[in-house]
Every structure is written in C-alpha cells, then in structure tokens.
C-alpha cells in the first residue's frame, strides 16, 4: 500500500465512503499531501465506489483543492477590491521579491507556492492573505518581511 | 455626537447569558406553533441578503411531507467586503448553535450542519470547543439534535444554497435548477431550512426579547437590527450592528472619509450607488438589500478599476454551468477593455449593458442573475470613467 493508500483508507474510516464523504477526504490529503494526485484520486475513487472521473470532476472544481504539486506552505494573497486598493500590488512584490518567484510558482525547494485568491474576508483590516489556513491582516511590506523570515527559517 | 449619529445596536454580539444555553432551554419548553408564531410577528427576514421570511421557510419546510428533515448554517460568506459572519462566530458562536437548535426542534430535524468556508478553517478548533458544550447541554435538555460541521473549498458560488447541498454531497458546486426549493427538496434531496448566520442569532434573539421589542429595531419592512461590514476608503473600517431602514447619506456621514464618491452596498453583487443618491437611498428591503457589505471609494478611485475587479471576481467564481454566465462573465470583462483601450466605440457599452440584462433573466442562479447590478449601476452613474 502507498501512503496516499493509507491515508485515504484512515480518512475513509473517519468520514465514511459515501458520496457525501467525498470532498472532506479530499480536503484531508491536500492538507497533508499538499496536493491531490491523479494516482491518489483514482485510489479514492476505488475507496468509495466512484468512477475516477468523479472524484476529478469534484477535486478540479475547487480552488484551494490543489492537483498539482504545491510547497508545504501555500500563500494566498486576497486580490479582491478593498485589498488591492490598500496595496495588494506592493505585498505581492515583497513576497516575489523574498521567495525569488512569481504568482503560481514554487519555491525549488518546495517550501514556498505563491498564489492569489478572491476574498479571504477580512476586507476592513487588508491587504490580507492565508499561509496554509492561517490568516494573516493588515499587511505591511514590513510585516510580510517579518512573517515570511519566521516561515523560512521552521 | 450630533443627533445625526446613527443608532448603534447590541444584540447579536450582546453578552450570553448566564446560564448556558438557557434560551434554547426555555424555547424548547414551548410548542412548536407559539415558537413560528414569535418569528412571524417579529418580522424577520433572512440576512444573507435576499430577505425571505424565516416563519414561512420554517413552516414550509416542517410541512413537507418527509421523514428526515436538515437544519443548514450557511457559513460559506464570500461576497467581497463581507466579513461579518466570522465575527459572529468568533466572538457569539453558541447564539448561532442555539438558534439552529431551536430550529431543528421547530421543523423536527435530528441533524444540523454548519458550512463553513475553506478560508475559515483557522476557526475550526474554536467552534469544536463550542460545539462540545452544546452537546452537552442537548443532551442534558433531552434535545435529539446534532450539528456537524462542514468545510468548503474555496468556491463563492457554494454559498448558492443549492450549490452547498451539491458541495456537501461531494460534488462540484454546481446550483440546481428552482423550483424545487430547499424548503421541499435540500440536501440530499429532504426538506432543508438553511439559514445564514446572522438569521440563526437573529431567531435567538427573538426568541430571549420577544417580538415586540425586538420589531421596536428597524422599519415596517427591516424588522431588527443588522451586522454591516465597512470596508475600503474609511477612517473606521470594521463591523457594526445598526438598525436597518438607514438612509445612505447618514450612513456615508458616519462612515465616509469626506471624500466620498460611491457606495457599494451588497457587495460585488449588489448596487454601486454615487454620490448624488445618497440621500434617497436606504438600505433595506424597501430600498436597496445588503447581506452586509458596505464599501465605501473615495474620489481618488477609479471605477473602472473597481468595476473590472467585480468582473475578474465573478469571471473566476462562476461555475461554468450555464453559458450566460459563463460567456457572459468573460465578454463583460474584455468588453470594458476594449472600450478603455480604444479597440471598441463608446456605444459598445449599450451592447454590454444588453448583454447583462439578458444574464439577469437567462442565468441560472443568482451569481449570473445579479453581475447585471454592479455592472449597470457602475456604467451608468460613471460612464465617463468607463471610456476616458
């Protein structure tokens, strides 16, 4: 068995195999996996006595249900209105600049994906962004500076 | 302060009470009849933002012939500039869990969820804690009723209530074609009240106060009070709780920075209003809805700017089911574009004003329904904008 075997049978324990039970399974593997792979959703299809093309359908639909690689940690910048007119732009460029990538990419060592994301909901307090779940507000170059050194060195 | 200064309100993020879970306590002591008869006289219209009476959905949905019947939160708020329903949970999660219970009582389901948004899920170890206490006391209460929750995946349009069942069903996100409505056939496919957040506390409230003073808040057709996210070009940017049945004009006192050029209330699918209307507009159901959003531009931003960002927004989030939306979303976009750059005529805009109002009556849900209010309200008050 693969881990990615092993991890959808513990999921599947946990949340059941039906249809229902799909996206949390889903959901459990990109969070430990960082990414769902095609291997991995034919596996769950196996699992939940789905056709493969199913799980697809449902695992492509989402944005934070990544399909391809991701690094261990995901960055998501908000770009929506109120966050790019408090300088979006300018956070964007601070963490290009830090990471030495661009918008889409991963870091070579796998660390690092650099995304952006539509409203994260924190619209009174931008620019914001999620690292993984973890939210992050008010950001200045500065603090995305001090946030990202933080991460860099765990 | 003046006595312009708009009335502040503490009953969603007022204090619990001292005992736990004692309303719901108390509401479970009642009948079922006198509970929706509470609900009716206090006037309470969902908060998500399209207004549908609570005391009919609850009705409608407990007469459905069935026997299994859900309880739904709609946590999955995603309209930009709202961030309301994360203060509420952060800060007064048992309200909304009380009012779900007593809403399973009413409409007699045994399993309640809660749909919380994948861009929340830092929240989920909190609501965890919550939720054991409320077992507990349900338990202690004799009340047959769990809630679970539910996480999405970062899809705006999963707060489409039938695109929500789809997503907890394991599919794509994809909204059903109405009729048939929830109150009838919801997740998976039983009579299903889903409520959003803010009405769940709502019913709570009434439900400790009475309807009589809770419709002392508010206007003949906004009963109560409501939680507004204010957001952009704002000195004090935040949530507040204010009586609905405002005018904009006091609320753009209040809020505005002094430079104030437009309002959008109800967020990117809601209305752009400008300046000159301020005074005649309320925010309401008798004027215009808001499930909470209130951005505010000053004169230094472009609204053409603001306007192609809305369409990127729904561009992305669009499901891809239906073709007016779909194309729609896309044509409206490069549209703007080509009128900025010169590539077509000023005029093209009267094409894509068409083109919107044909999303708003062929579109399937109310994603596609509604691009349509941002997109001609922003054309039309700053059309110089859009070309220059």
């Known amino acids: ?3 990615c075997q092993e991890l959808i049978k513990e999921l599947a324990d946990k949340y059941g195999r039906e249809r229902s039970s799909l996206l949390p399974i889903l959901q459990g593997i990109a969070e430990k996996e960082n990414f769902i792979s095609d291997s991995c959703m034919t596996d769950i299809a196996k699992e939940l006595d789905l056709s493969a093309a199913q799980v697809y359908g449902t695992a492509t639909f989402y944005s934070f249900l ?3 690689p991701r690094g261990k940690y995901v960055i998501r910048v908000c770009k929506t209105i109120t966050c790019d007119m408090h300088g979006k732009k300018t956070i964007i460029q601070t963490l290009e600049d830090m990471l030495k990538i661009k918008i889409g990419e991963t870091t070579p060592n796998k660390k690092f994906t650099l995304l952006e ?5 924190w619209c009174h307090e931008g620019p914001a962004m999620l690292i993984n779940e973890k939210p992050f507000s008010g950001l200045t170059p500065e603090k995305v500076h001090d946030i990202i050194s933080e991460y860099i060195n765990k | 302060m003046s006595e312009q200064t708009l009335k502040r309100v503490d009953l969603i993020f007022g204090e619990y009470s001292n005992i736990k879970y004692k309303v719901l306590a108390d509401t479970l002591k009642r009948s079922n009849d006198e509970i929706l008869k509470d609900l009716l006289d ?4 969902g908060r998500g933002g399209a207004g549908f009476p609570t005391a009919m959905k609850w009705k409608f949905t407990a007469e459905s012939p069935c026997d299994e019947r859900f ?3 709609n946590a999955d708020e995603g309209e930009p500039g709202t961030f309301k329903d994360r203060e509420i949970l952060l800060r007064v999660p048992r309200k909304v869990f009380s009012g779900m219970a007593i809403c399973g009582k009413v409409i007699g389901a045994k399993r309640g969820f809660m749909y919380l948004r994948g861009e929340y899920r830092f929240m989920i170890p909190d609501l965890m804690k919550e939720l054991e206490i409320y077992h507990e006391h349900a338990q202690k209460l004799g009340h047959d009723f769990k809630i679970e929750i539910r996480l999405g995946s970062g899809a705006y349009i999963c707060g ?21 409505y929830p109150t009838t056939s919801g997740f998976m496919k039983k009579p299903t009240v889903i409520n959003n957040v803010e009405t769940f506390v709502n019913v709570m409230m009434i439900m400790r106060l009475g309807p009589e003073q809770y419709k002392k808040l508010g206007t003949t057709d906004s009963r109560g009070s409501k939680v507004f996210s204010v957001s952009g070009d704002t000195p004090i940017p935040g949530i507040y709780e204010l009586e609905l049945g405002m005018p904009l004009d006091r609320f753009v006192d209040e809020f505005g920075d002094g430079d104030t050029k437009a309002v959008q209330v109800g967020g990117a699918s809601g209305f752009c209003v400008p300046r000159k209307k301020f005074k005649e507009t309320v925010i309401g159901f008798e004027g215009v809805p808001t499930g909470g959003s209130m951005m505010i531009f000053n004169s230094s931003r472009s609204m053409y700017n603001v306007l192609h960002n809305y369409l990127e927004f729904f561009e992305e989030e669009s499901c891809g089911q239906c073709t007016p939306c779909r194309v729609g979303c896309q044509q409206l976009r490069k549209g703007i574009v080509a009128v900025k750059k010169g590539e077509k005529k000023a005029n093209y805009l009267d094409q894509l004003m068409k083109l919107s109002e044909s999303m708003k009556i062929t579109a399937k849900c109310g994603l596609g329904q509604s691009v349509a209010n941002s997109f001609s309200s922003i054309v039309n008050n700053f059309k110089e904008e859009m070309i220059y």
């Open chain 2, 71 to 73: 309880v739904i939160c």
């Open chain 2, 160 to 180: 489409e209530e039938s695109a929500l069942f789809e997503s907890m069903e394991g599919g794509r996100g994809e909204p059903r074609n109405k009729p048939p």
């Open chain 1, 66 to 68: 990544d399909t391809e």
């Open chain 1, 117 to 121: 994301t539509n409203c994260l909901g």
């Open chain 2, 42 to 45: 206090s006037g309470l219209r």
């Open chain 1, 1 to 3: 068995m693969t881990d």
